[in-house]
T-cell receptor, first 114, second 112 residues
Framework: NAGVTQTPKFQVLKTGQSMTLQCAQD?????MSWYRQDPGMGLRLIHY???????DQGEVPNGYNVSRSTTEDFPLRLLSAAPSQTSVYFC?????????????FGDGTRLSIL | AQSVTQLGSHVSVSEGALVLLRCNYS??????LFWYVQYPNQGLQLLLKYTSAATLVKGINGFEAEFKKSETSFHLTKPSAHMSDAAEYFC??????????FGQGTELSVKP
């Protein structure tokens, strides 16, 4: 099993450009989420999904869109990139949206916006 | 609302010394708590989790953590540090619906 796969691993964008960060999991997990990691701030939740067709906002959703058309995939879209969105982005999944379920993380996408 | 505070953004120990990484939480309901480790340029890996079964939780790589309700703490320890333990460590509390609230992280350095 590949687990949680994120693509691309690195990306440089110009301000105003749009792009999609891909996330796929092969564990048939219901729950998927996106975090951003910034120095000294830990990981902050952007959006999450408790199943196909269901998404909701996390702590820092502004500037990002998500959709969940299949169980496996949970892409994150930046509509108009801003320098403040320079960060490392992690996708995670867990079997179900219960509080005692550990989350499995991808290796991250390192995004720089100039 | 839940929150997590990790005391010390950077901890340095000598190889073979005790590792102690501190985590305090705030939660209005009985918490589920996790420790994750992040090696350079990698994602987060689960070290251990507390889900109310036992207050002393053993994890991978010789790490363990003790849940102390009276102190609202969940400190991570390892009796003897190895060079391979150098990484960033995150404490997290689980909020409603499976969402994780992370602490700021503690970078562990191990000196030879």
């Amino acid at each position: 099993n590949a687990g949680v796969t994120q693509t691309p691993k690195f990306q440089v964008l110009k301000t105003g450009q749009s792009m999609t960060l891909q996330c796929a999991q092969d564990m048939n997990h219901e729950y998927m989420s996106w975090y951003r990691q910034d120095p000294g701030m830990g990981l902050r939740l952007i959006h999450y999904s408790v199943g196909a067709g269901i998404t909701d906002q996390g702590e820092v959703p502004n500037g990002y869109n998500v959709s969940r058309s299949t169980t496996e995939d949970f892409p994150l879209r930046l509509l108009s990139a801003a320098p403040s969105q320079t960060s490392v982005y992690f996708c995670a999944s867990s079997r179900q949206a219960y509080s005692n379920q550990p989350q499995h993380f991808g290796d991250g996408t390192r995004l720089s916006i100039l | 609302a839940q929150s997590v505070t990790q005391l010390g953004s950077h901890v340095s120990v000598s190889e073979g010394a005790l590792v102690l990484l501190r985590c305090n939480y705030s939660s209005s309901v009985p918490p589920y708590l996790f420790w994750y480790v992040q090696y350079p340029n990698q994602g987060l890996q689960l070290l251990l989790k507390y889900t109310s079964a036992a207050t002393l939780v053993k994890g991978i790589n010789g790490f363990e953590a003790e849940f102390k309700k009276s102190e609202t703490s969940f400190h991570l320890t390892k009796p003897s540090a190895h060079m391979s333990d150098a990484a960033e460590y995150f404490c997290a509390v689980s909020a409603q619906g499976g969402k994780l609230i992370f602490g700021q992280g503690t970078e562990l350095s191990v000196k030879p």
